[in-house]
């Protein structure tokens, strides 16, 4: 394991990140109390340092999980974890969302649980696109400042607040997002129109998750005659056409380098560095899986692996991507600009 300043901080971090949102059983398909503990000792052991969870993973479990996991170790860890999301059947209109009172409430809820008095990262979960980007901001920034949260990052927000945020922050001398949270993998690669870009603009870090599709990528899905445990029920799973042949040619490339079908989709998302610094967050059911997922490290894809991957799955990155670049009324005539910025 090696270890990354994330984004613009100081912060040293893993190149992996730990998900556990398969920590506990409450929503049906995650970990046992044992199995978390050895998938968590095992990302240690590793040398992995970077962990994930939020307030509301498997309804508080994960975060308790890991508060005994932690225990007297917790300083050598980062630990990660948001706020913003609520139950389903809650009746009371503060207890979700990006308000300020969310966000102290549920930070101290997050500490109980997680039996420790400071958080590394606190994330915005997703943005609710109702709160006022400075009540926000200013929240997260007294949480720095009382010493509840060392740093801020986002996740599942779009990136003009993103950015409006980060702006907001610089010239008010508040904290900015050092780290932005999204989907990204050879089978959503959305994020590449506007928020990657933003994230290399702003010098953050980029954690994506569902790196794997929650499994599909392995091709678990596409094969009647899978029989292991899935997250999905696989009768009311259908594969697109369009995925179905991103899993071929992750099937391809997996026979080519002997390596598994879930380390040649991490290794993609983990070879993208040229879009933005990525530290991607590995999710595993059960420690045979996190074994396998942690088996990245040793291998990279080749260029032309990398090639055929990305062809399989290519994106129409529409506008203004295909209306800038080489437009002769911006650039004028050809000529040679030595010290090029991307
Ligand atoms: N910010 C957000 O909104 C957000 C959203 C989702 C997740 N996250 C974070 O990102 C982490 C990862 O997300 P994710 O779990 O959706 O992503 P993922 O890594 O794409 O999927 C993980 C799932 O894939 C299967 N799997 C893992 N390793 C495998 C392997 N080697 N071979 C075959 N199957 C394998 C397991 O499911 P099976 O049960 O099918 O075996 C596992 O639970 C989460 O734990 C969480 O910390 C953040």
Redesign the pocket.
Known sequence: MRYKLLGKSGLRVSELCL????FGETWG?GASLDESEKIFRRFSEAGGNFI??SCNYTEGTSETFLGEFLGANRDSFVVAT?YTLTKTTSTDPNSGGNSRKNMMRSVESSLRRLRTDYLDILYL??WDYMTPVDEVLRGLDDLVRQGKTAYIAV??TPAYIVAQANMLAELRGWAAFIGL?APY?LNRRDIERELLPMAKHWGMGVMP???????VL?G?YDETDDE????YDPARMTVRERTRAIIDAVKAVSEETGH?R?QVAINWVRQQQHQAQIVP?????TVA?LE??LGVLAWTLTDAQLQRLSEASAIDLGFPHDFTPGNPYIYGATYDLIDKRP
């Open positions: 998900g556990t949102m398969t398909w994930d969870t948001k979960h997703v996740s599942d949270q993998s998750w569902g790196v794997i599709g929650g499994g392995t678990k292991s445990p899935k997250r598994s879930a967050i590995i999710g595993a059911r899986q396998d997922n």
